[in-house]
Structure formats: C-alpha cells, structure tokens
C-alpha cells in the first residue's frame, strides 16, 4: 500500500498569514482527496483532484495535483481561525466495490486571531 | 451533517470488557467502512463491507470484528479490550466503492479503555 506524506505536521500562524501544505506519495495516483476534520467530528471532503497539473478552488483554498499525479498541495490565502483544523489527503485503494481511503498523517492547523 | 449516524458517540470501559460500536450508512449507501484514530497513527482502516458483504480488511486486530446487515447497518466488535483499543472509531458509507468516489463520514464514537 503506497504511503503519502503530509509536511507540515504541525502549523500555528497568525490570522491574514497564507500557508501551504504538501501531500506527497513515490507512486502515481488517479485521484487525490483533501479532507478537514475539526475536534470531535468525522472528516468532511473538501475536493477531489483527478487530472494531472489540476488546479482547484474553494473561496480561500486551492488545490493542486501534480503534473506526474504524484503530489498534491493545499495552498490557504489569508487564513482565518475557523480554517483551524486537521487537513488530510487520502487517495482510494482498490477495485470495483472493493476499496479503502488511504490517509496521509495529517497537518494540523492552528490559526490564531 | 453527513448522515452517517454512529452510536454511542462516548463509551468508557475497563479492559477486557467487550463493547459493540454501531454504524448506520446514509441512506442508499451500500459500501460501509470502519477506521480507527488515535494520535500516533492517524486514520487507519480497518474494515469495508459491500451491500453485507465483507470487501476489504486492513489492520484489524483478531480481538475486533464487524458485520453489516440486510438493512445495511454495520456493528463494530471489540472485545478483550486493552488500553491501546482506546480510540476514536468511525465509520463511513459511499453509494458505492471506488476511485473518486465520495465518502462520508460519521462524527465517531469515543472509545476509552481504563
């Protein structure tokens, strides 16, 4: 099962900072998922990334996935406290009906005001 | 709201003791999945389930076991029950099981062992 590795692990900036996140695997992937998860709750998709070179946007967040569909980066403008939370990529392993999410570690973000 | 319903959300039990965590999918979701968090290792899969049928296994201790249902629900098994199987247990439903697909999940229900 291929890894993918999240960096940072850890992020604390201020409120208006922007900041990056990477997700990076040794294997080509079709897709790439990014999740959010806040303090007690389940992850909450945020986008999926299909074609190689994609760029995403949501309000605040871009999404990119490598040329070689290798790497994945989550790019937030100007943060906010309520973006406070564990950023996950995940990727699908698996055949028809038959699968699993695969997650990176997670970068938890902490935005102060 | 995923419409994943988990229950209970919080448990405390004392080792040895055997809990039984359940799942009910969104509605017209055939494919359920389980996964443990805890803090040093993330997300981790445990086991998927295909319209009652078991798919996929992951790093399931031989101590847990699951099962899905006609009605598609899903019950997680623990027992034998150490301090380590402390954890934030979800699951998660999908229409079906596949690259791209969309995956939601529950809020989680709290495991403590003491």
């Known amino acids: 099962t291929q890894l993918l590795e999240q960096s940072p692990q850890f992020l604390s900036i201020q409120e208006g900072e922007n900041l990056t996140v990477y997700c990076n695997s040794s294997s080509v992937f079709s897709s790439l998922q990014w999740y959010r998860q806040e303090p007690g709750e389940g992850p909450v998709l945020l986008v999926t990334v299909v074609t190689g070179g994609e760029v995403k946007k949501l309000k605040r967040l871009t999404f990119q996935f490598g040329d070689a569909r290798k790497d994945s980066s989550l790019h937030i403008t100007a943060a906010q406290p309520g973006d406070t939370g564990l950023y996950l990529c995940a990727r699908y392993h698996g055949s028809s009906n038959t699968g699993k999410l695969i997650f990176g570690q997670g970068t938890t973000l902490q935005v102060k005001p | 709201d995923s419409g994943v319903t988990q229950t209970p959300k919080h448990l405390i039990t004392a080792t040895g003791q055997r809990v039984t965590l359940r799942c009910s999918p969104r509605?017209?979701?055939?494919?359920v999945y389980w996964y443990q968090q805890s803090l040093d290792q993330g997300l981790q899969f445990l086991i998927q389930?295909?319209?009652?049928?078991?798919?996929a296994k992951g790093n399931i201790l031989e101590r847990f076991s699951a099962q899905q249902f006609p009605d598609l629900h899903s019950e997680l098994n623990l027992s034998s029950l150490e301090l380590g199987d402390s954890a934030l247990y979800f699951c998660a439903s999908s229409v079906w099981a596949g690259d791209g697909n969309t995956i939601y999940f529950g809020e989680g229900s709290w495991l403590t062992v003491v």
């Open positions: 509605s017209g979701d055939l494919s």
């Open positions: 389930y295909y319209n009652g049928e078991e798919r």
